[in-house]
């Protein structure tokens, strides 16, 4: 990063909004925020597409963007980690695991999950999603992935599951039930932007406050 003697004050007269790439919940994004000792008003959170997640950075609509696990994309850098988004479920409310406190993924490998969107890099999604469980059980990956909506709508119809994130439960409907996974490790959660152009002093010195704020 650029070192921070370098870059002018953040909050001066005409200094913009970071524009911040998040997708489902903001709550995640407020967090890195608050962490960051910044306030909420010095980022745009814009939402952005699983099937083409890296658009908006590239078409430099973005600043920075919200990511999970490790990206391997030459183009894009990757901040330290900033946060844990611990593993969850996303079930129909009426799911035979509904009802449940927690759940195995060991459990959830009966169950038909999700296919790896469109341009989603599908090494991050086998971890989003893996292949098989720890006991070696095949996670089937039968149903498309598509808007928020669409995802919910199915699980709300089906007994479909979507491994996932504990930060969607902000979002999710109440015909849907969020679930913690007990045997999945959270997911660490980064900032990544454009390596060319590198980032405006703004954008850098926010990038490393959320580093700086980070108790991960």
């Known amino acids: 990063m650029t070192d921070r003697t370098t870059l002018p004050p953040d909050g001066f007269p005409g200094t913009p909004p970071v524009r911040l790439g998040i997708h489902g919940s903001p709550d995640l994004a407020a967090a890195i925020i608050r962490a960051a000792g910044r306030d909420e008003s010095e980022a745009d959170l814009v939402g952005y597409d699983v099937a083409d997640p890296f658009r908006g950075l590239r078409a430099k609509e973005l600043d920075v963007m919200i990511v999970k696990y490790g990206l391997r994309e030459p183009d894009l850098a990757v ?56 006991k070696g059980r095949r996670i089937r990956r039968a149903y498309d992935m598509g808007t928020v909506k669409g995802l919910m709508g199915t699980l709300s119809g089906t007994d479909a599951v979507h491994l996932t994130f504990q930060s969607l ?32 002093a703004h954008t850098a010195r926010f990038i490393e406050d959320a580093e700086n704020g980070s108790t991960v």
């Open 79 to 134: 901040s330290r980690p900033v946060a844990v988004d611990p593993r969850a479920v996303i079930v129909g409310a009426h799911h035979p695991l509904a009802t449940h406190a927690s759940v195995s993924v060991e459990e959830l490998a009966a169950y038909e999950g999700f296919r790896c969107p469109g341009a989603f890099p599908q090494y991050v999604w086998d971890e989003v999603v893996p292949p098989r469980t720890p």
């Open 169 to 200: 439960e902000a979002i999710a409907p109440p015909q849907t039930k969020v679930i913690p996974i007990s045997d999945l490790p959270p997911a660490p959660v980064a900032l990544a932007w454009l390596r060319d152009p590198e980032p405006g």
